[in-house]
Structures are given as structure tokens and as C-alpha cells.
């Protein structure tokens, strides 16, 4: 079994962990914008006749190994990370990608 270490502070929510993720174990979480107001107050969330506005898409956030049970290990996730925000953790001990040192 594997786990999935983020640094926060380095990552920017690229997706690209996620979409690498051949076993599909990675996903991102989301959230819907508020503010001060409450929520987006769009033509559609009004329900006005006519509508042909699409429903605001969830932001995404962090990426979190949402399936561990998939996870192979593969270690894509960790190499194709441009910020190097990911770290895959097997028992207890980082997890070093093919051909790095």
C-alpha cells in the first residue's frame, strides 16, 4: 500500500499528477468558490427560461490518492510533478523514481 505526501506550499493544482495516474488512484479535490455574497448568482443558478449557460465547473484543489487500493507504485505521479510537490511513500520509507538518485 502506498501513500501519497503533498507539499502545499510548492504545489500549484496543475492536475497533472491526476491525469498521469495510469491506475486512475489520484484525484484532485474541489470546492465552489464563495464570496462574501455566498455563491456565484449566474443566469442558470437563477433558472431563468432560456437557459443555455453551463453550470460553473468545481475548482480544483489538491491532488490526494483517492483510490489507494489502485495505487501500483509506478511513481508517475512524483516524476511528472513540475513543482516536485510529490512524494510516494511505501512503508514508512520515501519512494525514489526510476533513475533518479
Known amino acids: 500500500m502506498f501513500e501519497l505526501k503533498l507539499s502545499g506550499q510548492r504545489c500549484v493544482s496543475c492536475g497533472i499528477c491526476m491525469d498521469v495516474c495510469v491506475p486512475r488512484a489520484i484525484a484532485m479535490r474541489t470546492h465552489r468558490a464563495a464570496n462574501v455574497e455566498g455563491g456565484a448568482r449566474t443566469y442558470r443558478a437563477l433558472q431563468s427560461s432560456g437557459n443555455t ?16 487500493e489502485r495505487c501500483n507504485g509506478c511513481g508517475a505521479c512524483v516524476r511528472e510533478c513540475p513543482t516536485s510537490a510529490l512524494e510516494l511513500l511505501t512503508v514508512g520509507q520515501a519512494f525514489q523514481p526510476v533513475g533518479t538518485a
Not at 449557460?53 to 489507494?68: I, S
Open 53 to 68: 449557460e453551463r453550470e460553473p465547473e468545481p475548482m480544483m484543489t489538491f491532488p490526494y490518492l483517492a483510490v489507494p
